[in-house]
């Protein structure tokens, strides 16, 4: 799958307003506007499980979700491959499931540094095809260093599926994933599991944060 394939939001896109999306009452003075509804999102993700499954065919996976942020990304995505597992007859991709944690953002700034916390050890991903399912790449600089990270451990390859890739105003994008659903603008993004400071991951769609939001959460 080639790594320009995927939805571009351009920096003058029309926005969703939040008075016609259901939103949840304790975030709407929190919010800018709805970027990415929750359908949109559903549909993208299923024609990424298809690219997945279509690549993969009928060989082992072993799927390692980021957490937290990656979370529903990730359940939908396998919800959709393994439907494909029960609809394709002769191929179907055998799948386990692994799960980390990597810190790299406070407020709504990245470090710089990876901190990887909890999951099981990496040295059980030696000789495996490794799909890694992440919310959101910004710098580059998290994603880069995970990959440096696993690859001291032989897997036998590693994929990258990331719903979001963000164009940096500042610089020009460094990594870009085997399978990612949009490349939005500079812009701090939530909901769909992203979060700021913990907030607004029950949030079904991707919305654009306002500094009341980012005033009110501010650690």
Not at 56 to 61: F, N, R
Not at 202 to 218: A, M, R, T
């Amino acid at each position: 799958m080639p790594t320009d394939s995927y939805i571009k939001v351009n920096d003058d896109y029309i926005s969703y307003p939040l008075e016609h999306f259901c939103i949840p009452k304790h975030y709407e003075d929190d919010l800018e506007a709805i970027m990415l509804p929750w359908g949109l999102i559903q549909d993208r993700i299923e024609r990424l499980a298809r690219d997945i499954f279509q690549d993969v065919k009928d060989q082992p996976l072993t799927a390692v979700c980021i957490l937290k942020g990656g979370y529903r990304f990730f359940t939908d995505l396998l919800d959709k491959v393994t439907a494909l597992n029960r609809s394709h007859g002769q191929v179907s991709v055998p799948i386990t499931i692994d799960f980390i944690r990597l810190k790299s953002y406070s407020n709504d700034s990245s470090t710089g540094d990876i901190e990887v916390i909890g999951g099981d050890s990496l040295s059980s991903l030696k000789g495996r095809n490794v799909l890694v399912v992440e919310d959101i790449i910004d710098t580059g600089r998290t994603m880069t260093s995970l990959l440096a990270l696993l690859q001291k451990h032989n897997p036998a390859s590693v994929r990258v599926a990331s719903l979001l890739i963000k164009r940096r105003s500042d610089q020009p994008i460094r990594y870009r994933p085997d399978y990612c659903g949009f490349e939005i603008p500079d812009r701090f993004v939530v909901g769909y599991a992203l979060d700021y400071n913990e907030y607004f991951r029950d949030l079904n769609h991707i919305c654009v944060i306002n500094d009341n939001g980012k005033e009110k959460y501010k650690q």
